[in-house]
């Protein structure tokens, strides 16, 4: 019998045509380089994943829950120990002591520096110093990409926007201090919202890059929190939270109007204390459309039924190893080739 791993790339292709999980992929890829890439092209390009939840550092590992087998898996990931992080585009950002800051990808260990943070920032440790991160597109895929970031000021509760486009040796900083507390990347643009309910816009390629724009504004209650997501089907939600109670707003950026949606339709949403994300539910087993999935108290993972309210704890093996300065975290793992 012919050695697989001797087969024409084609053929390769023909079969991991059906390899859709990550999983499936780390097993895969691991055989030879010519796999790894022959998968990544073949599938991981084309379509989101179920995502993963990423646990605290032990000794140079991290550990991963799988959502879609309800398994737990550990990598090594050294480059990680110790320091902030967030996930983006299939990507970690990591933030040391010193304030020296990287993309990370997950799993080949592939690494980009970033700007450094100037002495303006480092009042404040590196766990707390970044609020949240986006990147407007993989570096995986495009050179061009745009990192963006929510940075603490001297007032904790007050925080710069500020991005890096690659290649830059600054961060260019965003003039006008608000309490920010999500940021994501739709159609071009940055938006992010304040913890009082306003979103704004900031156009980090056109004429006026350091400005911000009003978007709308959102009615504020008493320990509401607020997260953007970009929808499977590329719409921009507002989600507002108050305890165990969602409401999700669809956003209309050409017309400037935020209407409050009755269903989610095939859609699922993931949030997280630094990374929120959408899947298209119908693609996966396990996963209910018209829900939200959340760690509510970072031990145990939750399912929001969106269409009456009705909350579910997901059958877990054991409790997550959690911590407020290292909280778990959604990471949309994405090979390279």
């Known amino acids: 019998m012919a050695n697989f791993l001797d087969s024409h790339e084609d053929t390769k292709t023909e079969i991991v045509k059906p390899i859709i999980s990550y999983q499936d992929f780390i097993n895969f890829g691991t055989a030879s380089t010519t796999c790894w890439s022959v998968t990544a092209i073949e599938n991981f390009g084309r379509y989101r994943q179920l995502p993963w939840l990423m646990l605290r550092d032990n000794n140079g590992y991290r550990r991963f829950f799988s959502f879609s087998n309800r398994n737990y898996l550990e990598l090594p990931l050294p480059e990680a120990s110790g320091k902030s ?171 400037i109007e935020a209407v409050k949606v009755r269903s989610l339709g095939d ?25 939200i999935y959340f760690v509510d108290d970072g031990k145990d993972l939750f399912v929001y039924n969106y269409l009456n309210g009705h909350i579910d704890k997901l059958s877990m093996d054991q409790h997550f190893d959690f911590d407020f300065d290292w909280p778990p975290l959604w990471v949309e793992v994405e090979p390279t080739c």
């Open 85 to 255: 992080y967030f996930s983006l585009e299939g990507w970690l950002i990591t933030l040391a002591e010193d304030k020296t800051m990287n993309l990370l990808h997950p799993l080949n260990q592939n690494r980009i520096m970033l700007p450094y943070l100037s002495q303006n920032y480092h009042q404040h440790s590196h766990v707390n110093l970044i609020k949240k991160a986006v990147l407007s597109s993989s570096p995986s895929w495009n050179s061009n990409y745009i990192t963006m970031i929510i940075v603490r000021f001297a007032n904790r509760r007050m925080k710069h926007l500020a991005f890096a486009r690659a290649g830059d040796n600054t961060w260019t900083m965003i003039a006008e201090k608000q309490p920010y507390i999500d940021v994501t990347y739709y159609q071009g643009r940055f938006y992010a919202i304040t913890s009082s309910g306003v979103l704004v816009v900031c156009d980090a390629q056109g004429p006026n890059p350091t400005e911000t724009k009003l978007v709308t504004s959102f009615v504020y209650q008493m320990n509401d929190c607020f997260y953007i997501v970009v929808g499977s089907s590329r719409q921009l939600f507002v989600v507002k939270r108050n305890s165990q109670v969602f409401e999700v707003f669809k956003v209309n950026v050409s017309s």
């Open 267 to 291: 859609t699922a949403l993931f949030l997280g204390f630094t990374t929120s994300l959408s899947i298209k539910a119908s693609r996966f087993d396990g996963c209910n459309a018209n829900c």
